[in-house]
Nanobody, 125 residues
């Protein structure tokens, strides 16, 4: 079982990136997939969540209107489209999965069973 993130990089303020989270070894259909981020000296925070079973989504207030989460079940991949990036979006972004049908927003971070290795996003001019 593995989650692999990709798509991070250096981008100027106002730019866009699309992160990918590819799952292998299990089907996403029965999992909640979340994107977290962690900036230096800060706690890991949830950014966006998608329920693979019903497609419902959650976007944190801090990125509402700028970030979009989606999934491609055929590719076992979840995406995080990030637009109008700001310097405060700079962080390591992680995807994580936990077995759950339907949407639950406040799953404790420790209940996510699978984690990717993270991908660095740096927003700077």
């Amino acid at each position: 079982v593995q989650l692999v993130e990709s798509g991070g990089g250096l981008v100027q303020p106002g730019g866009s990136l699309r992160l990918s989270c590819a799952a292998s070894g299990f089907t996403l259909d029965y999992y909640i997939i979340a994107w977290f981020r962690q900036a230096p000296g800060k706690e890991r925070e949830s950014v966006s969540i998608i329920s693979s079973s019903d497609g419902s989504t959650y976007i944190a207030d801090s990125v509402q209107g700028r970030f979009t989460i989606s999934r491609d079940s055929a590719k076992s991949t979840v995406y995080l489209q990030m637009n109008n990036l700001k310097p405060e979006d700079t962080a390591v972004y992680y995807c994580a999965a936990t077995y759950h049908l339907g949407m639950v927003v406040d799953i404790p971070i420790g209940d996510y069973n699978y984690w990717g290795q993270g991908t660095q996003v740096t927003v700077s001019s």
